[in-house]
């Protein structure tokens, strides 16, 4: 079992910036993939970014390249995510979540995919 806390929501303008957190417990963290998907009111679940248990590989949605970075460190067991740039439209409760299973491309995209789930941090970005 992993135990996945998300942390670092909240409210900001649009144009501002905030870092979520996501800390991980019971399993050896750094043989993980760890993803971000986020939820707005009234729509599906959606992939936000992954990163491979090492760091060397990163993907994200395009909606976000350019404005988020994913990054891990594996000895605080701990997944970042640092939103710059941020619009209305990022609105959403975002989930962390992670899976033993080194996935790519769209696999990384995939919900069904991931085992372990945060009980997710709201953001709200203010126009």
């Known amino acids: 079992q992993v135990q996945l806390v998300e942390s670092g929501g909240g409210l900001v303008q649009a144009g501002g910036s905030l ?18 998907f ?14 491979r248990w090492d760091g060397g590989y990163t993907t994200y949605t395009d909606s976000v390249k350019g404005r988020y970075t994913i990054f ?12 710059n740039s941020l619009k209305p439209e990022d609105t959403a409760v975002y989930y962390c979540a992670a899976t033993r299973a080194v996935l790519y491309g769209l ?3 995939s919900s069904t995919r991931y085992e372990y789930w945060g009980q997710g941090t709201q ?3 203010s126009s």
Do not use: H
């Open 19 to 36: 870092r979520l957190s996501c800390a991980a417990s019971g399993r050896t963290f750094s043989d993980y993939t760890m993803g971000w």
């Open 38 to 51: 986020r939820q707005a009111p009234g729509e599906e679940r959606e992939f936000v970014a992954a990163i």
């Open 72 to 83: 891990r460190d594996n000895a605080k067991n701990t997944v970042y995510l640092q939103m």
């Open 107 to 109: 696999s990384s995209r």
């Open 123 to 125: 953001v709200t970005v």
